[in-house]
C-alpha cells in the first residue's frame, strides 16, 4: 500500500491507497513543534483506527509547503513505518513542464494538483485549490504549467474580518440563503462566500482571456472547494481526493 501525504499551512492531509483506489484518508493539524515520535506515533494511531495495518504500508510519497516540519515527519515515517518517503521537489519526475523564469516558485502541492488535474481531465485545464490561500493555476494541453495566481483563502478573510475589527464575532463559512442580509452573521458569510464566488469567476475568465484559451476544463479542490463550486458554473468538476490523486500519480511515475 502506498501512504500519500500532502503537509498543507493549515492541516496535513493523509490517504492510503490500495492500486488507484483510496482506502481511507484522514487529517491532522499542522504542527511544527511535533517531534519524530510524536508524529510516528500519530500516524500509525490513525492507520490502525481506519482499520490499516502500518506494516502494509510499503511506500510514502510527500508534498509539503511547510519545510520546518518536515525533519520530523520524514524521521517518523522512518522510525515507524520503516520505509524513507518520496519527497517531491526538484527533481521529481512528474510530466509537467515549468516554462517559467523561477520554476522552483512554485510549490510543491500545485504541482500535484496540476499533475492529477492534467493527467485526470485532459488539457487545457485551469486547475483551483480552495485551501488556506486559494490558488488558481494554468496548464496548456502539453502539458505545460504557464500561469499561476495566488489570493488569500477564504478562512483568511474570515479570521482577518473578526480579529481586526471590534465587534464583528467569529462566523461559520457557509452559504447564507440571500445576499441580501438583514443581520451581522449573515452579512459576513455573504461578503465571504460571495466575494470569493465573484473573485473566481472572475479571475478564470480573466486568465482564460488573456491566455486567449477558448475550451478549458475547470477542477477545483480544496476543503471549502465545494461551496464555491457548487455555486458557480465556471467549475466543470469538484474533486476533494485531488491532490492525494496526484501524489499516487507522481509516485507511480518515479517509482517505475
Known amino acids: 500500500m502506498l ?4 503537509v498543507g499551512n493549515t ?14 484518508s484522514f487529517r491532522m493539524t499542522t504542527q511544527v513543534q511535533r517531534t519524530s515520535d510524536e508524529y510516528g506515533i500519530a500516524l500509525t494511531d490513525l492507520l490502525k483506527a481506519k482499520g490499516i495495518d502500518p506494516s502494509n504500508i510499503h511506500y510514502a510519497t510527500i508534498a509539503s509547503v511547510v519545510p520546518k516540519l518536515m525533519h520530523s515527519l520524514v ?7 520503516g520505509i524513507t518517503p518520496l519527497l517531491v521537489g526538484a527533481g521529481t519526475k512528474t510530466g509537467i513542464k515549468v516554462p517559467i523564469p523561477n520554476p522552483r516558485e512554485i510549490g510543491a502541492d500545485r504541482i500535484v494538483d496540476a499533475v492529477a488535474a492534467y493527467e485526470l481531465y485532459g488539457g487545457p485545464v485551469l486547475v483551483i485549490d480552495f485551501g488556506t490561500a486559494i490558488t488558481y493555476d ?31 464575532p467569529e ?15 449573515t452579512s ?25 484559451i477558448k475550451d478549458c476544463k475547470v477542477v477545483a479542490t480544496g476543503g471549502l472547494g465545494r461551496i464555491i463550486s457548487e ?8 474533486d476533494p481526493d485531488l491532490t492525494l490523486k496526484g501524489l499516487k500519480l507522481i509516485s507511480d511515475k518515479n517509482r517505475r
Open 3 to 6: 501512504l500519500v501525504i500532502d
Open 11 to 24: 492541516n496535513i492531509t493523509l490517504g492510503v491507497f490500495d492500486g488507484f483506489d483510496i482506502r481511507t
Open 75 to 81: 524521521s517518523g515515517i522512518i522510525k515507524y513505518l
Open 138 to 168: 494554468l496548464i496548456l494541453e502539453d502539458g505545460s504549467f504557464i500561469a499561476a495566481v495566488t489570493s488569500p483563502g477564504l478562512r483568511i478573510a474570515a479570521n482577518a474580518l473578526w480579529t481586526r475589527t471590534a465587534k464583528l
Open 171 to 185: 462566523v461559520d463559512i457557509a452559504m447564507p440563503d440571500t445576499i441580501l442580509a438583514k443581520d451581522t452573521v
Open 188 to 212: 459576513m458569510q455573504a461578503g465571504l462566500v460571495f466575494g470569493c464566488i465573484g473573485q473566481t469567476e472572475y479571475i478564470v475568465k480573466r486568465m482564460l482571456k488573456e491566455a486567449k
Open 231 to 238: 455555486a458557480t458554473d465556471i467549475i466543470q468538476v469538484y
